[in-house]
Protein backbone atom coordinates (compact mmCIF):
# COMPACT_ATOMS: atom_id res chain seq x y z
CA UNK A 1 0.00 0.00 0.00
CA UNK A 2 1.03 3.18 -0.50
CA UNK A 3 0.68 6.46 1.39
CA UNK A 4 0.53 9.57 0.39
CA UNK A 5 0.64 12.62 3.68
CA UNK A 6 -0.21 16.68 3.01
CA UNK A 7 -1.30 19.54 5.11
CA UNK A 8 1.42 20.57 6.58
CA UNK A 9 2.75 24.03 6.84
CA UNK A 10 3.92 26.97 8.85
CA UNK A 11 1.37 28.40 11.67
CA UNK A 12 1.46 30.29 14.69
CA UNK A 13 1.17 29.39 18.15
CA UNK A 14 -2.85 28.22 19.31
CA UNK A 15 -3.44 27.67 15.64
CA UNK A 16 -4.88 24.47 13.68
CA UNK A 17 -3.91 22.58 10.91
CA UNK A 18 -5.28 19.19 9.27
CA UNK A 19 -3.09 16.59 7.97
CA UNK A 20 -4.42 13.87 5.54
CA UNK A 21 -2.88 10.62 4.25
CA UNK A 22 -4.47 9.33 1.27
CA UNK A 23 -4.07 5.22 0.54
CA UNK A 24 -4.18 3.41 -2.56
CA UNK A 25 -3.18 0.20 -3.68
CA UNK A 26 -4.62 -1.68 -0.81
CA UNK A 27 -7.85 -2.14 1.07
CA UNK A 28 -7.69 0.53 3.51
CA UNK A 29 -10.78 -0.51 5.63
CA UNK A 30 -8.43 -3.70 6.94
CA UNK A 31 -5.34 -1.32 7.77
CA UNK A 32 -5.01 -0.03 11.20
CA UNK A 33 -3.41 3.55 10.63
CA UNK A 34 -1.01 5.96 12.82
CA UNK A 35 0.60 9.32 12.64
CA UNK A 36 3.95 9.48 13.78
CA UNK A 37 6.37 12.61 14.29
CA UNK A 38 9.63 13.68 13.86
CA UNK A 39 11.24 16.52 15.25
CA UNK A 40 15.15 18.07 14.37
CA UNK A 41 17.43 15.95 16.24
CA UNK A 42 15.16 13.44 17.74
CA UNK A 43 13.59 10.25 17.91
CA UNK A 44 10.51 9.49 16.12
CA UNK A 45 7.20 9.75 18.12
CA UNK A 46 3.90 7.89 18.34
CA UNK A 47 0.91 10.74 18.10
CA UNK A 48 -1.91 9.07 17.49
CA UNK A 49 -3.56 5.91 16.05
CA UNK A 50 -7.30 4.43 14.57
CA UNK A 51 -7.85 0.85 15.09
CA UNK A 52 -9.34 -0.86 12.21
CA UNK A 53 -11.74 -2.94 13.58
CA UNK A 54 -14.03 -0.28 15.64
CA UNK A 55 -12.54 2.47 15.35
CA UNK A 56 -10.42 3.28 18.62
CA UNK A 57 -8.62 6.02 18.75
CA UNK A 58 -5.15 6.53 21.00
CA UNK A 59 -3.10 9.05 21.19
CA UNK A 60 0.09 10.71 23.18
CA UNK A 61 -0.24 12.37 26.38
CA UNK A 62 1.55 15.28 24.54
CA UNK A 63 -1.21 16.02 22.06
CA UNK A 64 -4.54 14.80 24.01
CA UNK A 65 -7.51 16.96 24.21
CA UNK A 66 -6.21 18.75 21.09
CA UNK A 67 -5.28 16.60 18.20
CA UNK A 68 -7.83 14.09 16.58
CA UNK A 69 -7.29 11.49 14.39
CA UNK A 70 -10.07 10.27 12.39
CA UNK A 71 -10.69 8.23 8.66
CA UNK A 72 -12.91 7.92 5.74
CA UNK A 73 -12.97 4.51 4.26
CA UNK A 74 -14.55 5.52 1.87
CA UNK A 75 -12.42 7.87 0.72
CA UNK A 76 -9.06 5.86 1.47
CA UNK A 77 -7.92 8.61 3.94
CA UNK A 78 -6.89 8.71 7.82
CA UNK A 79 -6.86 12.37 9.05
CA UNK A 80 -5.05 14.37 11.52
CA UNK A 81 -6.99 17.17 13.17
CA UNK A 82 -4.22 19.23 14.94
CA UNK A 83 -5.55 22.39 17.74
CA UNK A 84 -4.12 24.74 20.04
CA UNK A 85 -0.70 24.09 18.26
CA UNK A 86 2.45 24.29 20.52
CA UNK A 87 6.24 25.15 18.99
CA UNK A 88 7.11 21.71 20.23
CA UNK A 89 4.46 20.56 17.48
CA UNK A 90 7.05 21.44 14.90
CA UNK A 91 8.11 18.24 13.74
CA UNK A 92 8.04 15.90 10.12
CA UNK A 93 4.60 14.21 10.67
CA UNK A 94 3.57 10.31 9.05
CA UNK A 95 1.27 8.48 8.48
CA UNK A 96 1.70 4.57 8.57
CA UNK A 97 -0.77 1.36 7.94
CA UNK A 98 -0.66 -1.31 9.84
CA UNK A 99 -1.98 -4.74 8.76
CA UNK A 100 -1.96 -7.00 11.57
CA UNK A 101 -2.92 -5.97 15.00
CA UNK A 102 -0.11 -5.12 16.16
CA UNK A 103 0.59 -2.19 19.82
CA UNK A 104 -0.70 1.05 17.79
CA UNK A 105 2.10 2.99 19.67
CA UNK A 106 4.97 1.25 18.75
CA UNK A 107 6.48 2.02 15.08
CA UNK A 108 7.49 -1.79 14.56
CA UNK A 109 3.92 -2.79 14.51
CA UNK A 110 3.57 -0.70 10.62
CA UNK A 111 4.35 -1.97 7.51
CA UNK A 112 4.26 0.85 5.87
CA UNK A 113 5.32 4.60 5.65
CA UNK A 114 4.09 7.61 3.92
CA UNK A 115 6.77 10.03 2.98
CA UNK A 116 6.21 12.56 5.62
CA UNK A 117 4.56 16.18 5.88
CA UNK A 118 6.53 19.29 7.56
CA UNK A 119 4.78 21.19 10.58
CA UNK A 120 6.19 24.20 11.85
CA UNK A 121 4.90 26.09 14.26
CA UNK A 122 5.70 29.51 15.56
CA UNK A 123 5.85 31.14 18.65
Known amino acids: VQLQASGGGLVQAGGSLRLSCAAS????????MGWFRQALEKEREFVAA????????YYADSVKGRFTISRDNAKNTVYLQMNNLKPEDTAIYYCAADSLVGTPSDQRTYEYWGQGTLVTVSS
Open 50 to 57: ISRINGRT
Open 25 to 32: GGTFSSYG
